[in-house]
T-cell receptor, first 113, second 110 residues
């Protein structure tokens, strides 16, 4: 089955701890994205990557870091510097760079206690 | 900065009534995409509009892209209960960045 997987679905962490969210795709897509969704709001872009070993900051990159060592993987680390990390995190990929349709994973709901 | 505004935030309709959501950008967009997110789910792509004044239809859904490529709308004729969810637009600017609207949450009463 082709698609995007994110794990885990729910994640709880104590304040001050870094946490890494997983995103894997087997669609052979070049571009991958991380978004944050807060209640009643749209999706805000955290980071995006057009090719392996390259990534760009989105609108709310502060307190987050990413890596793109493999085409199929784009993990997001939420660091302790992120002031309000509790949110729903969505990973997406696109076959045509930044111009194409985005395919979303099921999301990870992160709660920082 | 770049923003895509979307209204209304919520819409409650009776089954069979029509529904429209609007997106407006402060700058010209290269294209605009529409997504639907069911409650508890993730966004799913519906359509992409590229040309000025473009109109596309998917059964009872009609999508429009404004002549100035700054606004767009999604209209559903005779809504059904299966169409509940949040509808998002996502505009791409000339610097290849996507900006999502805040979404319109549609509730359909049977």
């Amino acid at each position: 089955d082709g698609g995007i997987t994110q794990s885990p679905k729910y994640l709880f962490r104590k304040e001050g701890q870094n946490v890494t969210l997983s995103c894997e795709q087997n669609l052979n897509h070049d571009a991958m994205y991380w978004y944050r969704q807060d209640p009643g709001q749209g999706l805000r872009l955290i980071y995006y990557s057009q090719i392996v070993n390259d990534f760009q900051k989105g609108d709310i990159a502060e307190g987050y870091s990413v890596s793109r060592e493999k085409k199929e993987s784009f993990p997001l680390t939420v660091t302790s510097a992120q002031k309000n990390p509790t949110a729903f995190y969505l990973c997406a990929s696109s076959p045509s760079g930044l111009a194409g349709e985005q395919f979303f994973g099921p999301g990870t709901r992160l709660t920082v206690l | 900065g770049q923003q895509v505004m979307q209204i209304p935030q919520y819409q409650h309709v009776q089954e069979g009534e029509d529904f429209t959501t609007y997106c407006n950008s402060s700058t010209t967009l290269s294209n605009i995409q529409w997504y639907k997110q069911r409650p508890g789910g993730h966004p799913v792509f519906l359509i992409q509009l590229v040309k000025s004044g473009e109109v596309k239809k998917q059964k009872r859904l009609t999508f429009q892209f404004g002549e100035a490529k700054k606004n767009s709308s999604l209209h559903i004729t005779a809504t059904q209960t299966t169409e509940v969810g949040t509808y998002f637009c996502a505009g791409r600017n000339n610097f290849n960045k996507f900006y999502f609207g805040s979404g319109t949450k549609l509730n359909v009463k049977p």
